[in-house]
């Protein structure tokens, strides 16, 4: 299954840091009930990743906010521990949450898993932002190439609202 506009999430586990380590949680925890934007990048650190998608995300985080969005979310195929640390690198101001879908299954689950282990980095997700309320995608801006931000980032996703 591809995911597109009008499907609900399917049921799926993320990994999350807290104070007392990794901690699952699953899509209803993330997105029932909710105005989640969620932005899912091939690699934590990653060049196009971190300098680029990263800051397209959180530059335009408030005025997403303003607009109804109530969760930011960031997905990569990376552990807990990493996306902790790239979320202690990225999100100076806390605006987000990093959900590690360290075995792609989420990635998997809605058809957006990409094969980069020609470049030695396995299974990794697809680039990509959605809007998703109460568990159902509203917005989808599939990156046609992974190392680029053109329709995947923040602001795309600010213009849609």
């Known amino acids: ?24 949680k699953s899509t209803d925890d993330v997105f029932k009930g909710k105005k989640v934007a969620l932005f899912a990048v091939p690699g934590a650190y990653t060049g196009t990743c971190h300098k680029m998608h990263m800051p397209s995300i959180f530059l335009n985080a ?31 101001r806390d605006e987000a949450i ?26 990794r997700s697809k680039r990509y932002s959605m809007l998703v309320e109460d568990g ?6 599939l990156e046609p190439n992974p190392g680029k931000v053109e329709v995947s980032g923040g602001d795309t996703l600010l213009g849609q609202l």
């Open 98 to 123: 990093f959900l590690a879908d360290g075995n792609a299954e989420f990635a998997k689950a809605i058809g957006m898993e990409l094969d980069a282990s020609g470049n030695g980095l396995g299974i």
């Open 136 to 141: 159902v995608v509203t917005k989808f801006n």
């Open 62 to 92: 408030y005025a997403l906010k303003d607009k109804g969005v109530e969760t930011i979310a960031v997905v990569s195929v990376n552990d807990a521990f990493v996306m902790n640390a790239w979320k202690k690198d990225t999100d100076l």
């Open 1 to 24: 299954m591809t995911i597109k506009v009008g499907d609900k999430l399917p049921e799926a586990k993320f990994r999350v840091m807290t104070a007392e380590g990794p901690q699952v």
